[in-house]
């Protein structure tokens, strides 16, 4: 079955920067778009970025310029490398596989349509 398994969380001060990884396994990894979600505390999951089969990026507004998505197609992994952050950026990640498409379309920021789920790892930014 589809599994996937974030890393990298932690606290970090307000200016500094953190890499996530996901390690991904059950499905055709190569051939699926890949989605970062977050939440915040007493908010709604917010789509983060997202990179299709080929490595090809999108990214939310809100952290365009400073967030960097990357996926390795020969490794199953995925990572979000995050750079000048701040409190805002505070949550627990989610890494999101979507097998049954190649490439980010228009709704990718909707946590609804998406079935497979990490488990979450939690960044705090300290400021």
């Known amino acids: 079955q589809v599994q996937l398994l974030e890393s990298g969380g932690g606290s970090v001060q307000a200016g500094g920067s953190l890499r996530l990884s996901c390690a991904a396994s059950g499905f055709r990894y190569d051939r699926s778009a890949m989605v970062w979600f977050r939440r915040a505390p007493g908010k709604e999951r917010e789509g983060v970025a997202c990179?299709?089969?080929?490595?090809?990026?999108e990214y939310a507004r809100s952290v365009s310029g400073r967030f960097t998505v990357s996926r390795d197609n020969d490794e199953n992994t995925l990572s979000l490398q995050m750079d000048s952050l701040n409190a805002e950026d505070s949550g627990t990640y989610y890494c999101?596989?979507?097998?049954?498409?190649?490439?980010?379309?228009?709704?990718?920021?909707?946590?609804?349509?998406?079935?497979?789920w990490g488990q979450g790892t939690p960044v705090t930014v300290d400021s």
């Open positions: 999101v596989a979507d097998p049954s498409n190649y490439y980010c379309y228009s709704w990718w920021p909707n946590e609804k349509r998406f079935a497979y």
């Open positions: 990179i299709d089969k080929d490595g090809t990026p």
